[in-house]
């Protein structure tokens, strides 16, 4: 089987075990706190290791009830870590105005689901979908097996998450043509990324 469709293979793959990881009472928890929206390379259809990103819209943002999910969700999946931020005080460039749980349930370096939760109104949403919504009406059948051959080659890379990202990866191929690992870590290295 060629890589790139042995890619796609695993796009669906993932989509499915999120699907089911979603129906396992995910789905039903986050549904008792806002309009639930998966985003990201889930939405994308970008999958290639278990990350899965969750917008819950809500008129106004709940601390306590925030706090009340998390405990629902660990008593469901039962992370041994998770991480907590408030973007409506720390307001990091970036990121959405909101609230948000990381939860780790492994070492998702190994397999292990790693589901990053925010909460935001209407309006932090908004900014968010509309970035979505531009990477998904550039991608084409011919750019999106580059994306998943360049994502998939450098997922588990320690500075994966640190010092570049997905949104690197898509605007290296979607803006600047770039179309394999070699030409990827050349676009990083030409931005002085530390690698």
């Not at 370096?109 to 790693?114: D, F, I, L, V, Y």
């Not at 998904?136 to 640190?162: D, F, G, T």
């Amino acid at each position: 089987m060629e890589p790139i469709e042995r890619n796609q293979e695993t796009d669906e793959e993932l989509r499915f075990e999120a699907d089911r990881l979603l129906a396992s009472g995910l789905q039903t928890i986050l549904s008792d706190y806002g309009a639930v929206h998966v985003i990201g390379s889930y939405a994308l259809h970008l999958m290639v290791w278990r990350d899965l990103d969750i917008h819950i819209v809500q008129p106004e943002l709940d601390k306590k009830k925030f706090f009340e999910l998390a405990g629902r969700i660990a008593g469901l999946l039962n992370p041994p870590r998770m991480h907590y931020r408030d973007e409506t005080t720390a307001a990091t460039q970036g990121l959405p105005r909101g609230l948000y749980w990381g939860l780790y349930p492994g070492d998702e370096r190994k397999g292990a689901w790693k589901i990053d939760i925010w909460m935001t109104d209407s309006e932090g949403f908004e900014a968010v979908r509309a970035h979505g919504k531009r990477i998904e009406e550039r991608l084409s059948e011919s750019n999106r097996p580059l994306i998943l051959q360049i994502k998939s080659a450098c997922w588990r890379h320690p500075q994966y998450r640190r010092e570049f990202s997905s949104g690197d990866i898509y605007d290296a191929v979607l803006e600047h043509g770039v179309a394999d690992i070699d030409g990827f870590w050349r676009f990083l290295k030409d931005r002085n990324r530390a690698l």
